[in-house]
């Protein structure tokens, strides 16, 4: 999988698509985090619009990719969930974990407060 990225100031705005599960999680973790080593100055922004499932192997790549940001006091938001998302998100009580922007437009605002 080849992850469609872009910058916008010190933001990197990552665009998730199709199934996040057991089959591609360690693909797109291992590419998630090789923008980490390359951008050490960036926060991430993933942009969640096109995916349409997403398992718990999912979830872990967000929590790990928090943890990662955390430790070098970078921020992970996420952004235009749609509702199937979001539900799993609710289930397994993560809402209050993430910081979650109805729009990219809205998570990009957000970052210059940080």
Same mark, same amino acid.
């Given at each position: ?50 995916? #349409? ?17 955390? #430790? ?32 990219? #437009? ?9």
């Amino acid at each position: 999988m080849d992850l469609k990225k872009k910058k916008v100031d010190n933001v990197v705005v990552i665009y998730l698509a199709g199934r996040l599960d057991v089959h591609l999680s360690a693909e797109i973790e291992k590419e998630i985090n090789s923008v980490i080593q390359n951008e050490p100055d960036c926060h991430l922004l993933l942009n969640l619009k096109d995916v #349409e499932y997403m398992s718990s192997s999912g979830l872990r790549i967000f929590v790990s990719t928090m943890r990662i940001l955390k #430790e070098s006091k970078r921020k992970l938001k996420l952004c235009n969930m749609n509702s199937a998302v979001k539900k799993i998100f609710e289930v397994v009580e993560l809402m209050d974990m993430f910081d979650l922007y109805e729009s990219e #437009e809205d998570a990009l605002k957000s970052f210059k407060n940080v």
